[in-house]
């Protein structure tokens, strides 16, 4: 548990500071970000603010979907948020392109190690992700329909709002998945399983008692 927490928590910071890394690069963020930031510049909150509040919100949603949440779900709706706010304080504007694209291939690269850490370590999905699945669970609708649904509605929204949308946006789309896909086996936490009892042994152990 000691490892999973850890690999949770350090996930955690790691997809916050990403998302720093897109903003910095000034080239467009993904779906649900491209939402926050939107938000964040109708409210003048700072965008972890955002984070924690949707979060929160989307939280609600699940009642109906019938969705739990769990000890990494929780850290997500707050750590994502918190560590976007340090991460933009600490990282530097990149007024030159060159500094930009290593920006945005940094994050791409951060943001999967990120989600593949947090995933790995089987502590709960994030309000996002959860919203997803639980959708799909309900409605008969695969993962990818609901996904794509979702993320198309927020992506709108979040444009309209003043989100950056761009090449970034549309880079993120393609390499996320599959890099998610091939970090995912290295940091997913193996369960534990219980030792099990030859039944000659548990025949004497009954006996004895």
């Known amino acids: 548990m000691t490892r999973r927490l850890l690999q949770l928590l350090i996930g955690l910071a790691m997809y916050g500071v990403s998302l720093a890394m897109f903003i910095r690069a000034g080239l467009g963020l993904d779906p649900w970000d491209v939402f926050h930031q939107g938000l964040a510049v109708k409210t003048g909150l700072s965008i972890g603010t955002v984070v924690v509040i949707v979060s929160f919100l989307v939280l609600l949603f699940w009642i109906p979907l019938r969705q739990w949440p769990g000890v990494g779900t929780l850290c997500n709706a707050v750590l994502v948020g918190v560590f976007a706010d340090v991460g933009l304080a600490l990282i ?88 998610v896909q091939l970090l995912l086996p290295r940091f997913t936490v193996p369960e534990v399983k219980r030792p099990e009892i030859p039944v000659a042994a548990a025949d004497t152990a009954v006996a004895a008692s």
């Open 92 to 179: 530097p504007k990149f007024s030159h392109l060159g500094g930009q694209i290593g920006m945005l291939a940094g994050a791409i690269v951060l943001n999967g190690i990120a989600s593949a850490c947090y995933i790995g370590a089987r502590l709960g999905p994030g309000a996002r992700d959860g919203l997803m699945t639980g959708l799909a669970r309900r409605t008969g609708w695969s993962v990818r329909a609901s996904r794509t649904g979702i993320e198309v509605v927020v992506l709108g929204a979040g444009w309209l709002l003043g989100g950056s949308v761009g090449v970034g946006t549309v880079l993120y789309a393609l390499a996320i998945g599959p890099l």
